[in-house]
């Protein structure tokens, strides 16, 4: 690379001056979608400082505003993702931008591939693919202002449903119910949301020992399962720590939820919290058509509260979370940042607040019993 022609400056002034790479000053000035939007202002002070002036006002330095956000989903056929897309486009539209929802296929591969192609025309990213690695999404980050849905990674603006809360509330439900003994239902492999769900799971059931422990000793203090789960003395049927597994299923849909219902058939308990809703119903059906009743032999309690939670029979209890405020929050906090904000700013995740929609699939007690 030779100097700019109106000064003695080149790209190493540059990038000495800017604390990144030559490569990257080039990349900056040749192909500016490939470089975040901080590095870019970091390289057009630096190349102003030093002289080197006459690329860093061209229109090839700056990403070129499409008025495009894309809302990478990982399955843009679930109902879950249809909602925060909802979302989304209400807060977009609010700005003056459109969203664009590409479908990932839950794949990795697949959510590289799209991101290759979509990353070039778009001026943010609303990233709700999780079975990307870290690295890769912060690799994304550099390129394109990024803000991220339903997991957490570090320096990366995040907005997600308290799973972990939704998970204790759907424990100390079914144990109020006189389960004994759960199965998690988990999805797919690298799912953020699995892990904190299960790590939910397990600390309710330890705090519901505790719990019951202070019960036989007659205590009169209330104990803590989660941020907005208390268990008073004396409230609950049945206090005890239930025994507590998980099961993968093949897919996070409704053959899925089929599938893994041959699974726990193997080795039954006396309830399923389910990865979403669509494999709570596939679950169901199944126990239909095997002769085993909900929620008499099994209560179900699904995660999401779509619109299809009610169509079933029974209707669905379900983990709900504000999915268009979800969508809503990470678009406003993408235009933020495509305004100027730093990520830095935003780098705790935001977690929004669950309910359990108690309906007919996990009330196992009756109301006198």
Not at 262 to 283: H, M, R, S, Y
Request: proline share 5%; hydrophobic share 45%.
């Amino acid at each position: 690379m030779t100097d700019s022609g109106d000064s003695k400056a080149t790209i190493y002034d540059v990038a000495k001056v800017a604390g990144v790479s030559p490569s990257t000053v080039s990349r900056a000035f040749s192909q500016p979608g490939r470089v975040s939007f901080s590095t870019a202002e970091k390289i057009r002070q630096a190349a102003l400082q030093v002289g080197y002036g006459r690329h860093v006002e061209t229109p090839a330095f700056q990403r070129q505003n499409t008025g495009i956000i894309a809302m990478v989903a990982a399955d843009a056929s679930n109902p879950f993702f249809l909602e925060i897309f909802r979302g989304a486009q209400h807060a977009a539209s609010t700005q003056g931008y459109t969203v664009a929802l590409v479908d990932a296929r839950e794949s990795a591969i697949k959510s590289r591939q799209v991101l290759d192609k979509i990353v070039p025309h778009a001026d943010g990213l609303l990233l709700a693919a999780s079975r990307m690695d870290s690295g890769e999404i912060q690799k994304v980050a550099r390129e394109i202002p990024t803000v991220l849905m339903s997991r957490e990674v570090q320096g990366i603006p995040s907005v997600m449903v308290d799973n972990y809360d939704g998970a204790a509330k759907a424990v100390v439900h079914l144990v109020d119910q006189g389960c004994k003994s759960i199965t998690y239902i988990a999805g797919p492999n690298k799912s953020w949301a699995d892990a904190t769900r299960w790590r939910g799971l397990v600390d309710a059931a330890s705090s519901l020992a505790v719990a019951a422990d202070a019960k036989r000793g007659a205590s009169t203090s209330a104990i803590s399962i989660s941020r907005s789960v208390t268990v008073q003395p004396g409230r609950m049927r049945h206090l005890l720590k239930p025994k507590v597994k998980t099961l993968s299923v093949e897919s996070p849909d409704f053959v899925g939820g089929r599938r893994a219902f041959e699974l726990w058939a193997k080795d039954p308990t006396d309830a399923v919290i389910c990865f979403n809703d669509l494999v709570a119903l596939g679950f169901m059906q199944q126990a239909r058509l095997s002769g085993v009743r909900v929620p008499q032999d099994v209560a179900v309690v699904g995660f999401d509260n779509t619109e299809i939670s009610v169509l079933s029979t029974p209707s669905l209890t379900t983990v709900a979370g504000p999915l268009r405020a979800v969508g809503r929050v990470a678009t406003a906090n993408l235009i933020a940042l495509l305004k100027g904000m730093k990520a830095p700013l935003m780098a705790k995740p935001r977690e929004l607040p669950t309910r359990l929609i108690v309906r007919e699939s996990s009330l196992k007690a009756s109301p006198d019993s």
